[in-house]
């Protein structure tokens, strides 16, 4: 008798710990888009996808939010050439959904292309603006009328 009582002991502690490891059946959260460094806790200065010409100071965090709707095929991506890392460092990137209908699915939202203001100088930042097909690097054979790629440069002056 005190063998299967330790045993149910055990397996309650185990079940226990999975349990609270779960989240007690919390509802689960959206994840923000992977990024390669964690989001940080102080203010970012965000400027508009149009804005082509950016100013910032050294030190300074920064982001480029750009309208993406990943569910439909769009890929946004940062493609050589890379900023210059002594003036700009890429910080990664996060998705959200945008404020004009935050609770539709498939409504698509906003990527913030994170940077940090490294030094003093000048650097262009280039991102890829495709269907998932149409993107660089895709091995698929693509139809006439599909659309090309954007590209769209930044330039970055940083004081």
């Known amino acids: 008798m005190m063998h299967r009582t330790r045993n149910t002991a055990r397996a309650a502690a185990v079940l226990c710990a999975l349990h609270m490891a779960v ?4 509802t689960p959260q959206a994840k923000p888009h992977p990024t390669a460094s964690p989001t940080p806790t102080h203010a970012w200065t965000v400027f508009p996808g149009k804005k082509r010409s950016l100013t910032v100071r050294v030190g300074e965090d920064f982001s480029i939010a750009v309208p993406h709707n990943p569910t439909t095929g769009e890929r946004r991506k940062l493609v050589s050439p890379k900023p210059d890392t002594k003036i700009v460092r890429t ?3 996060d998705y959200g959904p945008d404020n004009q209908d935050p609770g539709s699915e498939g409504g698509g939202g906003i990527l913030h292309f994170r940077f940090h203001a490294q030094g003093p100088g000048t650097t262009k930042i280039v991102l890829y603006h495709c269907l998932h097909a149409a993107c660089p690097g895709s091995r698929t054979t693509l139809p006439p009328h599909f659309p090309k790629p ?7 002056t940083v004081r």
């Open 91 to 93: 910080r990664g990137t």
């Open 23 to 26: 989240g007690c059946g919390a």
């Open 150 to 156: 954007d590209r769209v440069t930044y330039t970055v």
